[in-house]
C-alpha cells in the first residue's frame, strides 16, 4: 500500500488546484445528485414505458405516448450533467479515476457507444409512432438493455477505482499480465441494486407530479390523472422499501472497520429516506396533493445520500493514503469567479426556459417573466462578449496572435 500512495500522490497535477478542494467536492456532489435523478427517470420511465405500451391497457398507453415525448429529452440532460461530475472527478480523483478507466479501456469506450446507441432507439421509437403509442416496443427494450449495460461499466469503473490496493493483484493475480482493457474487475450486487431500484422509486414521484401538473388542463381527464397519480405512489412507495432493503445489505457488505453506519451524513441521508418512506405512505390517499413535498424530499435524499457516497469514497482511498483535502492548492481568483459567474448565469437562462416550457406546458397562453427572458438574453450576449475578448488578450500577451 506504501507503494501505491506513493503511486498516486505522484501523479497528482503538479500545478496544484486553482481553488480550495472542498468546492469542487461540493460541486462533485451537486452535479452527480442531478445527474443520478435524470438517469433515474430515464432507466425507471423506460421500464414503465415498457409495461404501459404492453400491459396497461388504455391509460398504460396513454402514459407511454407521454413518457416516449419525456425520455429524449431527459436521456440528453443525464449525457449533459453527466460530464461535470466526471470533470471534478477528474480534479481531486484524477489517478483514480484514470487507472481504472485504464484496466477496462475497451468498457469504457463501450460505455460511450452504448449511451449514443440508448439515446438512438428511444429517439427512433418516439419518431417512429411513439408519441401515438404505435411504435414497436422492442425499440425502448433494447434502450433499456444498452442502458442496463452503461451502468453496469460504470458500476464497475467507479469500484475499480476506489480499490488502489487490489490493482496489481488484477493485473498480475496469476503471475501473468492479462490482456489490459479487456475485463471489467469489480461489481457488487447490492451496490447496483440500490442505485437501480431507486430509478423506479423516482419515476413513481414523477407520475405524481405528472398527475398533479396536468390537473389544470381540460384535454386530461381526472380519471386518467387519478389513475397515473395512484400508480406513480404506489411505484415510488413499493420501490423505495426495496431500495431501502437494498441498501442495508449494501451497508451490512462494507468493511467492518468503517463503521459506515454512524457517519453523519450517512444518518442525515438515511434518516431522509425514511422520512420519504413515511410521507409515500401518507400519500397514497391523495398523491397529487403530496407530490411537490414528495419530490423536493426525494431531492435532499439523494443529495445527501450522495455526499454520504462521497464520504464512503473519502473512507475506500483513506486506505491508500489519499486525501484531497491535503491537495496544493494556488489560487487563481480571476478563472474561479469567470467559472462561478458563468455557472450563475447558467441558472438564470435555463430558470427562464424551464419556466416557460412550464406555464406553457400546462395551458397558460402567457407565459410572463418577460424582464426575466430579456435579462437572460443579455446575459447571454455579455458573456459571448467577455470570454472572447478575454481570449483574445490573452492570445496577444502570449504570442499566439501576431
Not at 478507466?101 to 469504457?108: M, Q, T
Not at 400508480?231 to 432493503?245: D, E, H, K, N, V
Request: with cysteine; proline share 4%.
Amino acid at each position: 500500500m506504501d507503494f501505491v500512495a506513493s503511486y498516486v500522490n505522484q501523479l497528482r497535477d503538479v500545478s496544484g488546484l486553482p481553488f480550495y478542494p472542498w468546492l469542487f467536492d461540493f460541486l462533485l456532489v451537486l452535479t452527480l445528485a442531478l445527474h443520478l435523478l435524470l438517469v433515474n427517470l430515464v432507466l425507471g420511465g423506460t421500464s414503465l414505458l415498457l409495461w404501459g405500451r404492453l400491459f396497461g391497457g388504455s391509460f398504460g398507453l396513454r402514459l407511454s405516448r407521454s413518457l416516449s415525448r419525456v425520455l429524449p429529452i431527459s436521456l440528453s440532460w443525464a449525457i449533459v450533467l453527466g460530464v461535470a461530475p466526471l470533470l471534478f472527478i477528474q480534479v481531486i480523483y484524477d489517478p483514480f479515476w484514470y487507472f481504472s478507466n485504464v484496466l477496462s479501456a475497451w468498457w469504457a469506450l463501450i460505455f460511450l457507444g452504448l449511451i449514443a446507441l440508448a439515446f438512438s432507439l428511444s429517439y427512433v421509437y418516439y419518431l417512429r409512432g411513439g408519441y401515438e403509442g404505435a411504435g414497436n416496443p422492442l425499440w425502448p427494450l433494447l434502450s433499456l438493455a444498452a442502458l442496463l449495460v452503461t451502468a453496469g461499466i460504470i458500476h464497475a469503473l467507479s469500484l475499480q477505482a476506489i480499490h488502489p490496493e487490489k490493482w496489481s493483484a488484477w493485473i498480475f493475480g496469476d503471475g501473468q499480465s492479462y490482456r489490459v482493457g479487456a475485463r471489467l474487475l469489480a461489481f457488487e450486487l447490492p451496490r447496483f441494486l440500490h442505485f437501480f431500484l431507486a430509478s423506479l422509486a423516482i419515476t413513481g414521484i414523477f407520475l405524481m407530479l405528472y398527475a398533479r401538473y396536468f390537473d389544470t388542463r381540460p384535454d386530461y381527464e381526472p380519471t386518467y390523472l387519478s389513475w397515473v397519480g395512484r400508480i406513480g405512489a404506489r411505484t415510488a412507495l413499493i420501490f423505495s422499501l426495496l431500495q431501502a432493503a437494498a441498501g442495508l445489505w449494501w451497508l451490512l457488505s462494507l468493511p467492518a472497520d468503517f463503521r459506515f453506519y454512524t457517519h453523519p451524513l450517512f444518518l442525515l441521508g438515511a434518516g431522509l429516506g425514511l422520512a420519504l418512506i413515511g410521507l409515500l405512505f401518507r400519500a397514497q390517499r391523495d398523491p397529487r396533493s403530496y407530490a411537490l413535498k414528495t419530490a423536493i424530499l426525494a431531492g435532499l435524499t439523494v443529495f445527501f445520500m450522495s455526499y454520504a457516497r462521497e464520504a464512503l469514497r473519502m473512507q475506500y482511498l483513506s486506505r491508500a493514503g489519499y486525501t484531497f483535502s491535503d491537495y496544493p492548492v494556488h489560487p487563481s481568483w480571476s478563472s474561479t469567479v469567470l467559472f462561478l459567474l458563468t455557472f450563475v448565469m447558467g441558472l438564470v437562462v435555463l430558470g427562464y426556459v424551464g419556466l416557460v416550457a412550464y406555464r406553457a406546458g400546462r395551458g397558460q397562453k402567457e407565459v410572463g417573466a418577460h424582464g426575466w427572458g430579456k435579462a437572460a438574453l443579455a446575459l447571454c450576449w455579455l458573456w459571448i462578449v467577455v470570454m472572447v475578448t478575454l481570449g483574445l488578450i490573452i492570445s496577444f500577451k502570449n504570442g499566439a496572435l501576431p
